[in-house]
Structure formats: structure tokens, C-alpha cells
């Protein structure tokens, strides 16, 4: 069945190293995927988004191709910030019903 | 415009009691979903909401859960006679439309079963 693997965390960097959290999935077709922050004490809120294969979602400094070779959808940063410190979950839409998959979530930790 | 809210934002409570946490989603946001997060753990999809009718309830925990939607707009999640491991952040999300565009999240409830 579909589903999406993410990376364990927890991530710590120092500020302005180079972030990668990785995230692979299983769908039937393809559906748009979502990465999605939850900063400490919040919901979640969308982050950035790709509707189509080979697409790039972009956000605050983020990025995110949709690699359908790869089935991969890998979440990164060139330099990150103390302020980019939450937890980041990428998600799909199960096929054929109206439900999203969520993965577990990797916490980013940056030190300053 | 305003985001998804929910009420209470924390609530403690005792085992065996009931509890009602509610979600206001976004006006015109036909589809709502309920998840719950414990510490430390990803997301657990509980039941969504396409208008008023509920077509997926597998993710309810037990028949102590429960969810209603009325008029297209404010739901409530009630856990009836509440355990420890209820404890948890109860989240509400809305949507344009089911499976195609993103969710709209609320800050939560936090449940703490005592």
C-alpha cells in the first residue's frame, strides 16, 4: 500500500550547515506531495508543496523535488537558522480515498 | 482570513470522564480532518469529513471515539470515559477539497488524562 518514509531524526546542525531530510514514498500513480513544519508549541503549517513529477516546491529557503526515478521527495536547506529549529513531516494523499499519510516527523535541531 | 481554530487549547481531565474538543475550520473548507499526536510520535489519522458525513471512521481509536460535523462547518471530538492513554494533542486540519489540496492546520488541543 502507499505510504512515506522519512528519515529518524533528531537533526542537530550548527547554524549555516547544509540541511537534508530525506523522504521516499510508495503511491499508486502520482500524487502531489507535502512537507510540512511544526514549530515548537504549533500546528503544522504547509511548508512547500509539488503537484507533479519533476516539479520543485520552494519556501523560505526550503526546496523540494518530486523525483519519480527516486520515488523521493527530499526536503532541503543551503544554510539553515537557529529559527528553522521544529519538526518537519512530509505527507501524500492515499489513492483513491481522501486520506493524507503522514510520515513520523524528523526534528530539526540547529545550534547557534 | 481567520485560520482553523480549536477549543480548548489544553484541558485536563480524570479517567473515566468525558471530554468534547472542538474544531472551527476555515470558511468554505468542505473537507476536515481530525489527527492525534502523542509525545514524540508522528501523526495518527483519526476520521475526516467531506461536508457534514464522515466516509472514513477507521482511524478512531475505540467506540469511546466519536466525531460529528454540522452544517459543513464546526466538528466535535468526544472521548467518552477517557483513559490515561488518551493523553495526547488532539489536531484539526481543513481543506478545499479531499486529496488534492493542502491542509490547513489548527495549534491543537492537548489532552491530559489524569
Known amino acids: 500500500g502507499d505510504s512515506v518514509t522519512q528519515m529518524e531524526g533528531p537533526v542537530t546542525l550548527s547554524e549555516e550547515a547544509f540541511l537534508t531530510i530525506n523522504c521516499t514514498y510508495t503511491?499508486?500513480?502520482?500524487?502531489?506531495l507535502f512537507w510540512y513544519v511544526q514549530y515548537p508549541g504549533e500546528g503544522l503549517q504547509l511548508l512547500l508543496k509539488?503537484?507533479?513529477?519533476?516539479d520543485k516546491g520552494s519556501n523560505k529557503g526550503f526546496e523540494a523535488t518530486y523525483r519519480k526515478e527516486t520515488t523521493s521527495f527530499h526536503l532541503e536547506k543551503g544554510s539553515v537558522q537557529v529559527s528553522d529549529s521544529a519538526v518537519y513531516f512530509c505527507a501524500l494523499p492515499l489513492a483513491g480515498t481522501y486520506k493524507y499519510i503522514f510520515g513520523t516527523g524528523t526534528r530539526l535541531k540547529v545550534l547557534a | 482570513g481567520a485560520g482553523v481554530s480549536q477549543s480548548p487549547s489544553n484541558k485536563v481531565t480524570e479517567k473515566g470522564k468525558d471530554v468534547e474538543l472542538r474544531c472551527d475550520p476555515i470558511?468554505?473548507?468542505?473537507?476536515l480532518y481530525w489527527y492525534r499526536q502523542s509525545l514524540g510520535q508522528g501523526l495518527e489519522f483519526l476520521i475526516y469529513f467531506q461536508g457534514n458525513s464522515a466516509p472514513d471512521k477507521s482511524g478512531l481509536p475505540s467506540d469511546r471515539f466519536s466525531a460529528e460535523r454540522t452544517g459543513g462547518s464546526v466538528s466535535t471530538l468526544t472521548i467518552q470515559r477517557t483513559q490515561q492513554e488518551d493523553s495526547a494533542v488532539y489536531l484539526c486540519?481543513?481543506?478545499?477539497?479531499?486529496?488534492?489540496?493542502?491542509?490547513?492546520f489548527g495549534p491543537g488541543t492537548r489532552l491530559t488524562v489524569t
Open positions: 486540519a481543513s481543506s478545499l477539497e479531499n486529496g488534492r489540496y493542502e491542509q490547513y
Open positions: 503511491a499508486t500513480g502520482y500524487p502531489s
Open positions: 470558511s468554505g473548507h468542505t473537507a
Open positions: 509539488a503537484t507533479k513529477a519533476d
